[in-house]
C-alpha cells in the first residue's frame, strides 16, 4: 500500500500536540474567566438590587394608617444588634433587631397614631435579660398614657412559662386562651457535661481554676456538678425568680406566699388561672382582636418592624 494513503491517519507531531494543549488551556481558561466575571456580576446586581428594594421598603414605612394597634410577637427571636456585614443585612433584613424593636416602642409611646399594643406570647424564644429588658419597655409605654395588651394560647408547654408570664404582667390585661394553661412552674438552669465524651476520644482537657467557685470550665472536667457549681448555681436560679415573684406579686396583686402556692400547684388551668387572677379574661385570639377593634375604632393592625 502506499504511504499516502495514512497520511490522514497519522499521529501528531509533539510540537503539533503541545500547540493544541496550550490552544486548550487557553480556550478554558477564557471561559472560566467569562463565567466567573458574569456570576460576580449577577452578585453584584443582586446585592444592588436587594439594597434599593430595602431602601424602598424604609421610605414605604411612613405611610401608616391615621390610627392603629401596635402588633407586637415575642415568640419570636431577635438579634441583639442589627448586622454588621452586607451580606447579613441581606439575608436578615426582614428580622429587627433587638435593639431596634426597644427603640420603636420608644418612639411608638409618643406617636399619636398608635392607639395600643397588642403582643402574644406562648412559648418565647427570647431570654431572661431580653425578656426583663421588654417588661421595663411595656411599662414605659403604658406610663406615656397607652394601653398594652397580651395574648397568649399557653404559658409555657406543661410548664417553663414562668418568663413569658412574668413579661405578661407588665402588660395592662392578660389574656389566655379557654384551653390553656399558666405554666409558671419556676427557673431551671441546665449544664451539660462532656467529660466521659472526651474521655472516650482520649481527650484530656487542662485547666486551672484559682477556687473552687471558678466552674466556667468544669463541663469538660467533670461527670457532674461540684458541691461549689450546685450552690452558685441554686443561689443565681433562686435570685432571678425571687425577682419575677417580686414584679408579678405587684403587678397581678397577689401575696408572694400565696404565688408560691400557685407555683407548686402549677400548671394551672385556665379557668382556674382567671379564677385566682393571674389572668383577666379567657378568649381565643380572634375574639380579642375583634374586641380590640370595637374599643379603639380601628381595624388597622401594623406589626412592629413594619
Not at 23 to 46: C, P, Q
Not at 90 to 100: A, G, L, M, T
Not at 183 to 197: A, N, W, Y
Not at 214 to 239: C, I, P, V, W
Amino acid at each position: 500500500m502506499s504511504e499516502s494513503l495514512f497520511a490522514d491517519l497519522r499521529q501528531d507531531t509533539p510540537k503539533e500536540s503541545t500547540k493544541k494543549s496550550i490552544f486548550a488551556f487557553f480556550k478554558y481558561s477564557v471561559a472560566f474567566i467569562v463565567l466567573l466575571l458574569a456570576l460576580i456580576g449577577g452578585l453584584v446586581v443582586f446585592l444592588i438590587s436587594n439594597i434599593l428594594s430595602d431602601s424602598s421598603a424604609n421610605d414605604a414605612i411612613t405611610a401608616l394608617p391615621d390610627k392603629f394597634i401596635l402588633k407586637l410577637d415575642l415568640d419570636t427571636s431577635f438579634n441583639e444588634a442589627e448586622p454588621s456585614e452586607l451580606l447579613d443585612r441581606i439575608v436578615y433584613k426582614d428580622n429587627q433587631s433587638f435593639y431596634q424593636s426597644l427603640r420603636s416602642l420608644k418612639v411608638a409611646a409618643k406617636d399619636p397614631r398608635v392607639k395600643a399594643i397588642y403582643a402574644t406570647i406562648s412559648d418565647s424564644a427570647i431570654g431572661l435579660a431580653q425578656s426583663e429588658e421588654f417588661y421595663k419597655a411595656i411599662k414605659a409605654f403604658r406610663k406615656a398614657g397607652k394601653k398594652a395588651y397580651i395574648f397568649s394560647e399557653s404559658f409555657g408547654s406543661l410548664g417553663g412559662g414562668s418568663s413569658e408570664y412574668h413579661l405578661a404582667t407588665a402588660f395592662d390585661k392578660i389574656y389566655l386562651q379557654p384551653t390553656g394553661e399558666v405554666g409558671i412552674t419556676g427557673i431551671s438552669i441546665e449544664t451539660p457535661f462532656f467529660k466521659k465524651t472526651l474521655d472516650k476520644y482520649g481527650i484530656k482537657p487542662r485547666f486551672i481554676a484559682r477556687k473552687e467557685y471558678k466552674d466556667a470550665m468544669n463541663s469538660f472536667m467533670y461527670d457532674d456538678m461540684t458541691e461549689a457549681q450546685r450552690t452558685s448555681t441554686t443561689a443565681l436560679a433562686n435570685g432571678l425568680f425571687n425577682q419575677l415573684i417580686g414584679d408579678i406579686s405587684k403587678a397581678r396583686k397577689i401575696s408572694k406566699d400565696k404565688f408560691m402556692e400557685y407555683v407548686n400547684n402549677a400548671p394551672i388551668l385556665a379557668k382556674d388561672a382567671l379564677k385566682a387572677g393571674l389572668v383577666d379574661d379567657l378568649k381565643y385570639q380572634h375574639e380579642l382582636e375583634k374586641e380590640l377593634i370595637k374599643e379603639f375604632s380601628t381595624k388597622d393592625f401594623v406589626y412592629l418592624d413594619e
